[in-house]
C-alpha cells in the first residue's frame, strides 16, 4: 500500500545560494497556500487543487512548511553543561564538559542521553545533524540506535582523544582504530547513518592518532571527518606549540589527510587567507556556531571573507557551549555577529546555509534541506509567529523577506508545530 500525505501550507525553500546580503534572490521558491504531496515518505509534488480521497490531507493553512533544520555540528553530552558559567573555551573543557562526558560511559546513560538529546533536536525543527558523542563507544552505539529508531539521517563517530585530556577520556591509537572500524563497518551507510572520523581536536590527538584517523577516512569510502579548528586565540596558540612543524592550525589536519570534500570543521574563526584556500581547495566546509562563539568570547566570523575563497558555510548550534537547540534562534545570532562586521545577512542566506546549503556540504543535497521532488519529507511546520508581539510585527510585514526575518529574528522552539521525519510525524506541539 502506498503511504500519501498532503500537507497545506505556505511552502517555502531556497533553490541554491542567495549570496550574503541579496534580498531580491531568485532562488526563493514560495508557494503560499499550497498542498506539498509525500508519497512513501518522500517529495512527490505540490499543487494547489485538493487532492483526492487517496491522500491523508491535513489542513495547516495560515502556517509555514519548511525542510528539517540541518545542525552540521553539535555534541549530544553537552545538554547537562547548557548554560555553564563563566569561562573560556579551555577552562571550559576541563571544568564542565569532560566531567558531563564521562558519564557516558555507561550504556543506560549513553541510551538516556541519545533518546533525550533526539527527541530535543525533533522538538526545536532539527531533522538531521552531525553529532559529538563521547570516546566511549557504547555512546556512539546509542546515537546510531536512537536515530534509527527516530529515522533520522545522522553523521556521527568515536570521538578521538589520547593525550590532554583526563585518563577517564583517554584512549589509545590501537584501541581507537579497533573500535572505529567495528563502528564502521556496523553503521556506516545502514539506513540513514553515517560515520565520521571525530578527532575532538588537534590538541587532544597525538600525530600518530591523527594519522590513523586519516588512514581510516581514506580506506572507507563515503565517511566523514568532523573536529573542531581554529575556535578561540588561545587554542590556536597551543596548537602552534604542539605541531611547530605546521603552517598553521588547519595545516595539522591536512598534514595527516583529514581535509576533503567531507570534512566538517566547526567554527574557523581564526584563519588566513591561506587556510581559506586550503579549505577551498579540499573542499572542506566550516560549521559556524554564533551562540556558542559569542558565549564563550571565542569572536565573530568572516563569513564574508570564507564566501569569497569559495568556502562552504553552514549553520549549528554547538550546544553545549551554544545556548540553544533551536536553529531559528541560531540564525538570529548568526545575523548579529555579521552585523558586528558591517555584513547584512539576509534570512534567504540563514536559512540556505541551515538547510540545503548544510546538505550540500554533507554531499547529501538529493536526499534532505529542500522541498524538491525525490527528497525525504523532513519536514517542519511553524506558525509564522508566536506571542502578540510577533503576531502585530507579522500583520504589518509589507513583502516576503520582511515576515521571514522577522520570523527568524522574533521565533524560537515555541513557533514549531509539527516535524516529520521520512513524511512520519515524529514530533507535535502538545
Known amino acids: 500500500m502506498t503511504n500519501r500525505l498532503a500537507l497545506r501550507a505556505d511552502l517555502l525553500d531556497i533553490t541554491a545560494d542567495p549570496g550574503l546580503s541579496s534580498v531580491d534572490a531568485p532562488s526563493v521558491r514560495f508557494d503560499p497556500d499550497c498542498w506539498l504531496l509525500v508519497e512513501d515518505g518522500r517529495i512527490a509534488g505540490r499543487t494547489r487543487e485538493t487532492p483526492g480521497d487517496d491522500w491523508d490531507k491535513r489542513d495547516f493553512s495560515g502556517r509555514l512548511l519548511l525542510p528539517g533544520f540541518i545542525d552540521t555540528h553539535v555534541h549530544c553530552p553537552q545538554l547537562d553543561v547548557i548554560a555553564s558559567h563563566g569561562e573560556a573555551l579551555l577552562p571550559w ?5 569532560f566531567p558531563a562526558e564521562r558519564r557516558f560511559e555507561e550504556a543506560v546513560a549513553a541510551r538516556e542521553g541519545a533518546d533525550r538529546f533526539l527527541d530535543l533536536l525533533l522538538a526545536h525543527g532539527t531533522t538531521s545533524a552531525v553529532v559529538f558523542p563521547t570516546v566511549h563507544k557504547v ?3 546509542a546515537l546510531f540506535q536512537a536515530a534509527a529508531g527516530h529515522g533520522m539521517r545522522l553523521i556521527t563517530g568515536k570521538v578521538l582523544m589520547d593525550r590532554h585530556v583526563p585518563d577517564y577520556l583517554s584512549d589509545d591509537v590501537v584501541s581507537a582504530r579497533a573500535d572505529c572500524i567495528e563502528l564502521i563497518e556496523r553503521w556506516h551507510g545502514r539506513g540513514r547513518a553515517a560515520y565520521a572520523l571525530t578527532p575532538r581536536f588537534a590538541p587532544t590527538s597525538t600525530p600518530a592518532q591523527l594519522s590513523m584517523a586519516g588512514e581510516l577516512l581514506s580506506r572507507y569510502p563515503g565517511t566523514y571527518m568532523h573536529t573542531h579548528v581554529a575556535e578561540n586565540r588561545d587554542e590556536v596558540g597551543w596548537v602552534a606549540s604542539l605541531f611547530p612543524e605546521a603552517r598553521s592550525y588547519l595545516d595539522v589536519y591536512a598534514s595527516h ?5 567531507r570534512s566538517m570543521l566547526a567554527h574557523g574563526i581564526w584563519l ?3 587556510d581559506r ?5 579540499s573542499g572542506a566546509q566550516v560549521a559556524h556556531c554564533p551562540t556558542s562563539n559569542l558565549f564563550l568570547g571565542s569572536g565573530l566570523l ?3 571573507r570564507l564566501q569569497a575563497a569559495g568556502v562552504g558555510v553552514s549553520l549549528a548550534t554547538d550546544v553545549g557551549a551554544g545556548t540553544t537547540l533551536s536553529m531559528v534562534r541560531t540564525l538570529a ?3 548579529k555577529v555579521q552585523a558586528l562586521q558591517g555584513v547584512k545577512l539576509t534570512a534567504w542566506k540563514a536559512l540556505y546555509a541551515a538547510t540545503r546549503g548544510a546538505a550540500r556540504a554533507l554531499q547529501l543535497e538529493s536526499e534532505i534541506g529542500s522541498l524538491d521532488v525525490g527528497a525525504t519529507a523532513d519536514l517542519a511546520l511553524w506558525d509564522w509567529a508566536h506571542g502578540p508581539l510577533a503576531q502585530h ?3 504589518l510585514a509589507r513583502e516576503l523577506h520582511e515576515r521571514v526575518f522577522a520570523w527568524m529574528t522574533l521565533g524560537d522552539e515555541r513557533n514549531l508545530v509539527s516535524a516529520w521525519v521520512a513524511g512520519t510525524e515524529r514530533w507535535r506541539r502538545a
Open 302 to 304: 568572516d563569513w564574508a
Open 393 to 395: 510585527r507579522d500583520r
Open 272 to 274: 588566513d587567507d591561506a
Open 257 to 261: 589527510g583529514l581535509l576533503n570534500e
Open 277 to 281: 584556500a586550503l579549505l577551498a581547495d
Open 93 to 97: 573543557l576541563e571544568r564542565y564538559v
Open 333 to 335: 545570532e548568526a545575523y
Open 139 to 141: 555512546s556512539v552505539e
